[in-house]
């Protein structure tokens, strides 16, 4: 099927059916849904976002879901939303991804039927396994990129840097390359979360961007806001290729130099204790502090409107971050390393600045300097809030219905 141009030019259908096509997303993600239908995830695809194209789609979504008997805090601002079914895919690790392929290919075989289009957001195992059945079964699919299959994954980081592990790691880009290769021919439309990923990989610009925001704060703010702190922000896994440590160490240089200096950690994840002594082997404990894991998103929110930038030194393997979103919604300038599709959102001078490496030293400088000038900070954060609102959930969701209503005529058109 040949819509790719179609899409590129921007051409609007009128969806001719009342009916809801049926849609299948495979993702290798977990779900807390409860006994009344209502969900949410901790991962990338996100309720909102789900919510937004079940306006418009009859979606399934394959995952890995856990049954929640009794509603916590997380459910907070949940509603029921009927339309999300859902079809548990066994759980897996490294240690029995051989045992458990089959089992995950066979319950993606019985329920991958009667769908109008599948999802594969990729490099996840379980769209890996579906892409042979939409091809036996003449189901049109959509690959979506969400990070670069060049980049490093946690997966890989799991593997370790020596010699085997580096060696497993190129292997595994190399066959995951090939594959995506192989996969674009056959897909009816290929897009990823960023339009510079679409672009490498596929020659498209269109992207739809994994996010939850539904409205953009009204208010943009000056840095140092409270007048006695200047806050830095993490928000991600504290896992090693995110490199946390590296902003750590960041913080120590300019400790002497920065007034008011207050650093918050957002998330969780293995490398918790080994930055907590990191902290306090640098002494830094009444400037540092780690939150864990906010599930709220209200309190998350509020966090962002409390900070004056987010820093996010990852090395590889990232597509188009949420968190960074959420924070240029929120007027924070964002200094991030310069991989994936992050230059897509951080202008080097405009929204934020991109790190051509994560280094302590350039992340040092440039949050002194966004310390003490009030104005330059001002300047960014009006920027990043104006560029973040092309990032709601309706303006994905708006293409997404986009490239589905043009694979469907087309798929009609050669019936």
């Not at 899409?7 to 993702?27: D, E, F, H, N, Q």
């Not at 269109?206 to 704060?217: G, N, V």
């Not at 599709?341 to 405009?350: A, K, M, S, T, Y």
Request: net charge positive.
């Amino acid at each position: 099927m040949n819509v790719r141009n179609k899409i590129s030019g921007k051409i609007a259908l009128r969806r001719t059916s009342i009916k809801k096509p049926r849609i299948a997303i495979i993702v290798d993600q977990v779900y807390f849904v409860d006994d009344n239908g209502n969900y949410f995830t901790r991962a990338n695809l996100r309720r909102e976002l789900l919510d937004g194209f079940s306006r418009y789609f009859d979606v399934t979504v394959f995952g890995r879901v856990r049954k929640i008997k009794k509603a916590n805090s997380e459910f907070s601002g949940v509603i029921n939303s009927p339309t999300i079914k859902f079809i548990n895919l066994p759980n897996w690790e490294l240690k029995n991804l051989i045992i458990k392929i089959p089992q995950i290919f066979y319950k993606i075989f019985v329920h991958l039927r009667g769908f109008d289009i599948v999802i594969l957001r990729m490099m996840y195992l379980s769209a890996i396994l579906a892409f042979p059945l939409c091809v036996i079964r003449r189901i049109p699919f959509i690959i979506q990129l969400i990070g670069d299959p060049e980049g490093i994954s946690e997966l890989q980081t799991k593997l370790g840097s020596g010699r085997l592990g580096s060696i497993v790691s190129r292997f595994i880009r190399k066959t995951g390359l090939i594959l995506l290769k192989t996969m674009t021919s056959r897909a009816a439309y290929c897009t990823a979360v960023s339009s510079m990923l679409a672009q490498k990989y596929f020659e498209n610009e269109i992207a739809i961007s994994d996010t939850r925001l539904e409205k953009i704060p009204s208010e943009t703010k000056r840095c140092r806001h409270n007048n006695e702190k200047f806050t830095v922000l993490y928000v991600g896994r504290l896992v090693q290729m995110k490199n946390p440590n590296i902003l750590i160490e960041a913080i120590s240089l300019i400790t002497d130099r920065v007034k008011g200096l207050d650093v918050v950690f957002v998330g969780e994840g293995p490398l918790h204790n080994t930055l907590e002594n990191q902290v306090k082997a640098l002494n830094l404990q009444a400037i540092i502090k780690f939150t864990g894991f906010i599930s709220e998103p209200a309190m998350l929110y509020q966090i962002y409107s409390d900070a004056d930038v987010l820093v996010l030194p990852s090395s590889q393997g990232e597509g188009l971050p949420l968190v960074i979103i959420e924070a240029m919604a929120h007027g924070l300038p964002v200094v991030a390393t310069d991989v994936g599709g992050i230059r897509e959102i951080v202008l080097h001078g405009q929204t934020g600045y991109l790190l051509s490496k994560p280094d302590p030293i350039e992340i040092a400088y440039y949050l002194e300097m966004l310390a003490k000038d009030g104005e330059l900070c001002f300047k960014l954060s009006k920027s990043a809030k104006e560029l973040a609102k092309n990032y709601t959930v309706d303006a994905q969701v708006k293409k997404m219905q986009q490239i589905v209503d043009l694979i469907l005529e087309e798929r009609s058109s050669t019936r």
